[in-house]
């Protein structure tokens, strides 16, 4: 155990090497949260509000706009904050809590985008048993084991992380309370610690989630190749590349960012890999999931068009 004074608080850098540049970043930020919040809640008003969009592969995605939602919510107030105050401080409490939901939603968002995955192979693989497979009580089952799986391997880390003595350092290099600066600022060696991170994201990501998410994509590929019609393989193959788009971004920038131990980590490197995957990925997703989407535009279609016909009777 290392000698130093006691902290009860951790101050956010944000970006300091960003001079006049402040007001700017704090505009582009704020519109990309604002269109994030806006784009995934519109997702999930035109699912509940249309009821032939009301199928596994929109149940899904629903609950994975709620989870973008507050996955940037957790982040970018307080990265809004560093633009206009000179010091942004964070006590140690509210930066544990903050870590804690952002890596539960994140490691949440692997299990749905999983589950996803697996919808679309019975979809394209097994069209035939798909209605029967896929029932709305194993869509709720399958999205509720996200969640409390998600929350469960988060809270084991986060209670072991919350038992840590702080002292000396308390500026926290990132916009966000990270683990890898939290374990910095720790009065004892967490060595060990960074092992069971280490270990963790190997089981969640690559072991239990990469692996089914390549060989469902796998799977969906040679059967998309042996559709006759143009046509079908087209709007099919795009689909499925909307979904492959999300996975490579975001599992891209974690695998990054935290396969690494700390101690060899560049905490600027990190900062760069988390904006995207904080703030880019979560604004990407609505136009990602609709942009080919004729059920969704049409819906939205429909639904921006009913107002003023009703004002015109």
Not at 39 to 48: E, F, M, R, S
Not at 241 to 265: D, E, K, N, Q
Not at 289 to 310: D, F, S
Request: hydrophobic share 50%; charged share 10%; proline share 5%.
């Amino acid at each position: 155990m290392r000698n130093g004074t006691v902290i009860t608080e951790f101050i956010l850098l944000g970006f300091p090497v960003i001079q006049g540049l402040q007001t700017p970043l704090f505009i582009a930020i704020l519109l990309i949260y604002i269109l994030t919040l806006t784009g995934n809640g519109l997702i999930i008003a035109i699912v509940w509000a249309v009821p032939r969009l009301q199928i596994p592969m929109y149940f899904f995605l629903c609950n994975l706009s709620f989870l973008e939602i507050w996955y940037t919510t957790t982040v970018i107030p307080k990265l809004l904050e560093t633009f206009v105050v000179a010091r942004t401080v964070i006590c140690i409490s509210c930066c544990l809590l903050q870590a804690f939901f952002h890596f539960f939603l994140g490691t949440t968002e692997f299990f749905i985008l999983t589950i996803m995955s697996f919808d679309r192979y019975l979809a394209i693989c097994k069209p035939l048993h798909y209605p029967t497979i896929m029932t709305s009580k194993l869509c709720l089952q399958l999205a509720l084991s996200s969640w409390v799986v998600g929350f469960t391997t988060v809270f084991r880390q986060m209670m072991l992380l919350s038992q840590l003595p702080f002292c000396g350092n308390n500026v926290i290099n990132h916009f966000y309370c990270d683990v890898g600066p939290i374990l910095k600022a720790a009065c004892i060696d967490t060595s060990i610690l960074e092992l069971l991170g280490v270990l963790a994201t190997v089981l969640v990501i690559p072991g239990h989630r990469a692996w089914p998410n390549m060989i469902s994509y796998i799977y969906i590929l040679f059967t998309i190749l042996q559709i006759p019609s143009a046509t079908g393989c087209q709007k099919t193959f795009s689909t499925c590349a909307s979904y492959l788009t999300v996975v490579c971004l975001l599992y891209g920038a974690i695998l990054f960012m935290y396969l690494r131990p700390t101690a060899h980590s560049s905490f600027k490197i990190n900062k760069v890999m988390s904006v995207l995957n904080t703030i880019l990925t979560p604004l990407l997703n609505p136009f990602i999931y609709t942009i080919r989407n004729k059920e969704v535009k049409g819906a939205l279609r429909k639904a921006m068009t009913c107002p003023k016909t009703g004002h015109a009777k």
